[in-house]
Each structure stands twice: as C-alpha cells, then as structure tokens.
C-alpha cells in the first residue's frame, strides 16, 4: 500500500512566522505535490517537484516555495506566514507515468494550518 | 482549457437509497484520465477510479458504478443503497493537458454527501 505521510495533523503558527509542512512516501514516488484545499474552491495545486531538487509552479504558488533534497521527502514552506494562508494542506505523490499518461496521485492525510 | 464541474455542492439522502453525483469535464486533449476520490470527515482523500478516455465502458465495484459518456464530456458517480459511512465529500478529476504536465490533476470544487440514517 502506498503511504504519504505528514508532519502535523493541526498546526497553529503566528502572522510572520516561517511554516514548514513536511511529506514523506513510501513508494519510490518520482513525482510528489502539495496542495491547499478550501471551501468551495476544491484542490488547489501550490508546487510539485518531479524528481529530486526539481520543482514546478503550480496555480497559487505565491507566498511559498518548496525543497526537495531527497526522494522520498518534500515541504513545503511559507517563509512569513499570514492569516490568509490558513487552510487545509495536502501532499500527494505519483509515480511517473508513461509518455502520454498521467498516473493516479496519492494523498496523505493532511495538515489544518491555522495563522493567528 | 481543462475544466472539471461539479454541480451538486451538497446532496443529503435518506440511508439506503441511490445517489448519482455528477461530473462535467472540458478538456482539448483526445487521450486524458479521469478520477473520483473520496474524502470522509478524517480528511485524507481516498483514490476510488482511474478511467482512460478510451475506455468507455462502464465501471462497478460494490455498490459504486461510474458512468462515462464521451459524448457529453460526463464522468457521473452512482451509490446503490447508500450507507452513513458514504457520507463524504466526492471529488471528481481530469488529467492536466498532456502537452504541459504528464502529471498534474485538476479537481472539481467536491460534492458534500450525508448520508442520513
């Protein structure tokens, strides 16, 4: 079984602090990603990284970037954290599809990030 | 662009009866992916179906099926005789155009499901 962890279920920072949210895979996974989840907005992808110290921009990456030095690990960063970064965030990873595919992403469960 | 549409924010039916979520996707590529996960009250979302867009065939597992209508770009969910633990939220999935990102998904914004008793 695939098995995407994070580092916090619940986590609860202050307005200008630096914020890491850590996932970690399993599965030899090439690709992993990172996104935020609101209410009636869906999924939201940030960033996601291909493969070790890669990464790419998603559809809201401001105000975070992303670190990727080994396989298996990626976070993700808000370098000063503000209220409208509150909000639930999910890690997945995938492994790496062939030409013209695109293969099914796993999710972890998730932190609820609260910025006072 | 490519689009995923969820109509129903939220459906609430009585334990035991049937329940169709529906999904409209918009998308410029021939050959694409489409997904349903599931994401109970704990939070993590849950891989439920993966379908090629060549495979038109309809899908049951249990009491899920999954209805795939090219022809008017639908991927619709069914529960036969729901249960509580069906309560959720469901969303439905498109591969990212394949000329870009051979990984990326986008979502629908989900339908909440409750399942009464």
């Known amino acids: 079984d695939v098995k995407v962890t994070q580092s916090s279920r619940y986590l609860v920072k202050r307005t200008g602090e630096k914020v890491f949210l850590e996932c970690v895979q399993d599965m030899d996974h090439e690709n992993m990603f990172w996104y935020r989840q609101d209410p009636g907005l869906g999924l939201r992808l940030i960033y996601f990284s291909y493969d070790v110290k890669m990464k790419e921009k998603g559809d809201i990456p401001e105000g975070y970037s992303v670190s990727r030095e080994k396989k298996e690990r990626f976070s993700l960063i808000l370098e000063s954290a503000s209220t409208n970064q509150t909000s639930m965030y999910l890690c997945?990873?995938?492994?790496?599809?062939?030409?013209?595919?695109?293969?099914?992403?796993?999710f972890g469960p998730g932190t609820r990030l609260t910025v006072l | 662009a490519q689009k995923v549409t969820q109509a129903q924010t939220e459906i609430s039916v009585v334990e035991k009866e049937d329940v169709t979520l529906d999904c409209v996707y918009e998308?410029?590529?021939?050959?694409?992916?489409l997904f349903w996960y599931k994401q109970p009250p704990s939070g993590e979302l849950v891989f439920l179906i993966r379908r090629n867009s060549f495979d038109e065939q309809n899908e049951i597992s249990g009491r899920y099926s999954w209805n795939f209508q090219k022809s008017t770009s639908s991927f619709n969910f069914t529960i036969t005789a729901s249960q509580v633990v069906d309560s959720a939220v469901y969303f439905c999935a498109l591969s990212d155009s394949l000329f870009s990102s051979a990984s990326k998904i986008i979502f629908g914004s989900g339908t909440r499901l409750s399942i009464r008793p």
């Open positions: 997945a990873s995938s492994s790496l599809a062939g030409q013209g595919a695109t293969d099914t992403q796993y």
């Open positions: 998308t410029r590529d021939t050959t694409y992916y």
